[in-house]
């Protein structure tokens, strides 16, 4: 079983258009996060949710709007796409802990988006 | 945005050889990851380090969380042709989550 499985894992569209990508663990972990990866390969955070709730927004155009209907879930949708948003959109979880294992964060397999 | 500096950006090696790619910061981080990516998945942990000083391995890596807590070190031994992939570190302050990643090593193993 896949723990994060986030669909579609490829998506090609045009500039303007308006869509979704999901994400789902299986881990039982209370947080759940959306990072791009650039064409440089470079990693960077843009959303995180604990238990639903929005913890972390980093500066993110407002086109971007997560949604996490419960903690296994946060779903990324993407208004009106531009050709800068073509990049690979990893989902992750973790879970929060007191202990020194706490937060170590597992990510999907990525959604490969192409704005044409 | 703050990066960690991450070094070598690339290597190609000689299978059997030994690997060995670092990440620096400019300030403190109190957990230090290790990511492997192929190509076309997402990046896979290696390594976690949550104590300054920690040598932690797992089969043929290792890894070290720097006593100053600014930096890290992976080591490869023995490298094998699928160890080839990008590798990440990731610095985490604090237990929000948040990573911030190095630029990645692409690492090649020539049989």
């Known amino acids: 079983d896949t723990a994060v499985s986030q669909t579609p894992k490829y998506l090609v569209t045009q500039m303007g258009n308006d869509k979704s990508i999901k994400c789902e663990q299986n881990?039982?972990?209370?947080?759940m996060y959306w990072y791009k990866q650039d064409s440089k390969k470079f990693l960077k955070i843009m959303f995180s949710?604990?238990?639903?709730?929005?913890?972390i927004n980093e500066t993110v155009p407002n086109r971007f709007s997560p949604k996490s209907p419960d903690k296994a879930h946060l779903n990324l949708h993407i208004n009106s796409l531009e050709l800068g948003d073509s990049a690979v959109y990893f989902c992750?979880?973790?879970?929060?802990?007191?202990?020194?294992?706490?937060?170590?964060?597992?990510f999907g397999e990525g959604s490969w988006l192409t704005v044409v | 945005g703050q990066q960690l500096n991450q070094s070598p950006q690339s290597m190609f090696i000689q299978e059997g050889e030994d690997v060995s790619m670092n990440c620096t910061s400019s300030?403190?981080?109190?957990?230090w990851l290790w990511y492997k990516q192929d190509p076309g998945e997402g990046p896979v942990l290696l390594i976690a380090l949550y104590k300054a000083g920690e040598l932690t391995s797992n089969g043929r890596l290792t890894a070290q969380f720097g006593i100053t807590r600014k930096d890290s070190f992976l080591n490869i031994s023995a490298s094998i042709p699928s160890d080839v992939g990008i590798y990440f570190c990731?610095?985490?302050?604090?237990?929000?989550?948040?990573?911030?990643f190095g630029q990645g090593t692409t690492l090649q193993v020539k049989p």
């Open positions: 881990l039982g972990h209370d947080t």
């Open positions: 949710y604990n238990n639903k709730e929005l913890i």
């Open positions: 990731a610095g985490q302050k604090g237990n929000t989550g948040k990573l911030i």
């Open positions: 300030s403190i981080f109190n957990t």
């Open positions: 992750a979880s973790s879970q929060t802990g007191t202990g020194l294992s706490g937060n170590t964060i597992y």
